[in-house]
């Protein structure tokens, strides 16, 4: 049973446009949501959160929107540049509960020049 | 600035066979995290530790112990590898909980023949 979930294992953009990375949740209880990148051969580095009493946070070319009726998040990263291209793993963290932090199983995002 | 340091950085062990992975982090955390990365699963936590003594099993603990002796090392030890036990391991540190990054070492490649 899958707490967190990306349901699309791979996305391509071109440079310039708008990538958009989705995730959606089951457990009501998250307080906050995280979005992680990693490049290959490399740990991942935390890139956005967002609380879950807000419905955006935006930090330069990253802007996170969670929509709690629906369960769903998403990242958008505008312009899309090459060196976005990663894996990115959604996050969900239940403060009370030390050992709910979640990741899905991650989205590939390639940007084509 | 060395941040979170895993040694080795690949390892091949024979079923049956014993191992410790090494984490190291310079920052001062009072919170230490194991994860393993297995394909289409995400990171799932195994051990994490909230301070210097003191460990707690994750969401995956079985055929892992970890030790924290020292605030700035976690270990994960692997008494009798098995070939399931094949994955990429992470470790992590945080300040700590909620709504705060993580810190990820590189990782560890595991495989067990």
């Known amino acids: 049973d899958q707490q967190v979930k990306q349901n699309s294992p791979s996305l391509s953009v071109q440079e310039g446009r708008i990538s958009i990375l989705n995730c959606d949740y089951t457990?009501?209880?998250?307080?906050?949501f995280l979005w992680y990148k990693k490049y290959p051969a490399e740990g991942p580095t935390f890139l956005i959160s967002?609380?879950?009493?807000?419905d955006k946070n935006e930090d330069g070319r990253f802007t996170v929107f969670l929509n709690k009726s629906a369960k769903h998040l998403s990242l958008h990263i505008v312009p899309s540049q090459p060196g976005d291209s990663a894996v990115y793993f959604c996050a969900g963290d239940q403060k009370t509960s030390y050992d709910k932090v979640i990741f899905g199983p991650g989205t590939s995002l390639s940007v084509i020049p | 600035n060395a941040g979170v340091t895993q040694t080795p950085k690949f390892r091949v062990l024979k079923t049956g066979q014993s191992m410790t992975l090494l984490c190291a982090q310079d920052?001062?955390?009072?919170?230490m995290y194991w994860y393993r990365q297995d394909p289409g699963m995400g990171l799932r936590l195994i051990h994490y530790s909230v301070g210097e003594g003191t460990t707690a099993k994750g969401e995956v603990p079985d055929g892992y112990n970890v030790s924290r002796l020292k605030k700035q090392n976690f270990l994960l030890g692997l008494e009798s590898a098995a070939p399931s036990q094949t994955s990429v391991y992470f470790c992590?540190?945080?300040?700590?909980?909620?709504?705060?990054?993580?810190?990820f070492g590189q990782g560890t490649r595991l495989t067990v023949v």
């Open positions: 967002i609380s879950s009493i807000k």
């Open positions: 920052m001062n955390h009072e919170y």
């Open positions: 457990n009501s209880m998250f307080d906050y």
């Open positions: 992590a540190s945080s300040y700590r909980r909620g709504n705060t990054e993580a810190f």
